[in-house]
């Protein structure tokens, strides 16, 4: 197993011991060991990214596990602040919707054999949901008009992926069968 696979399955490790420290108020300083974490796990994110391009390294394994180690990351943290009351809800509904839509347009696109990869919008909008996290659990009075500017740039940059991913691929929605009527 090369670096960049070990860093994504970090990301996997890291998971719920972020979530435990955010979660568990009997933890002491337990915020600030989870924004740490989270800051370590998104860091991942990028090495392992750079460092498989940059040597080549890019396998099968990297390209199913990094989006998903991705997903589990930010949708934890993002259900963690829901329950925290730190996060608006329909923020949270909009990103996890557009995880799961692409998510399932990539399943149909497979199944036709077309590889629908991670593009720049894709790409901006994890790194831009991977900054305002730790805005959110810092959860610091000066911040606050950064972390909402944050949340808003976020909540659009999703709108814009989602839609985005389905124009430039829209062909793979169409049906290839001439004459069923199946339903």
């Given at each position: 197993m090369n670096l960049p696979n070990k860093l994504t399955i970090l990301r996997i490790v890291i998971v719920p011991f972020f979530?435990?420290?955010l979660t568990i108020e009997a933890i002491p300083f337990g915020k600030w060991?989870?924004?740490?974490?989270f800051i370590?796990?998104?860091?991942?994110?990028?090495?392992?990214?750079?460092?498989a391009r940059k040597h080549n390294?890019?396998?099968?394994?990297?390209k199913f596990a990094d989006p998903l180690a991705d997903k589990l990351l930010v949708c934890s943290a993002l259900i963690c602040l829901l329950g925290l009351q730190k996060i608006n809800v329909y923020v949270v509904l909009i990103?996890?919707?557009r995880d799961f839509i692409i998510s399932g347009f990539r399943l149909i696109a497979a199944s036709?054999?077309?590889?629908?990869?991670?593009?720049w919008f894709g790409k901006v909008k994890t790194a831009l949901q991977m900054v305002m996290i730790p805005f959110i659990i810092a959860d610091i009075k000066i911040?606050?008009?950064v972390t909402i500017v944050l949340e808003i740039a976020v909540v659009i940059l999703t709108l814009v992926s989602l839609v985005d991913?389905?124009?430039?691929?829209?062909?793979?929605?169409?049906?290839?069968?001439k004459g069923t009527n199946e339903e």
């Open positions: 979530v435990i420290a060991i989870a924004l740490g974490l370590i796990a998104s860091l991942t994110d990028f090495l392992d990214g750079y460092i390294l890019i396998t099968d394994f990297g990103i996890i919707s036709k054999g077309v590889v629908i990869a991670a593009d911040f606050t008009i991913c389905i124009v430039k691929n829209r062909k793979v929605l169409q049906d290839n069968k």
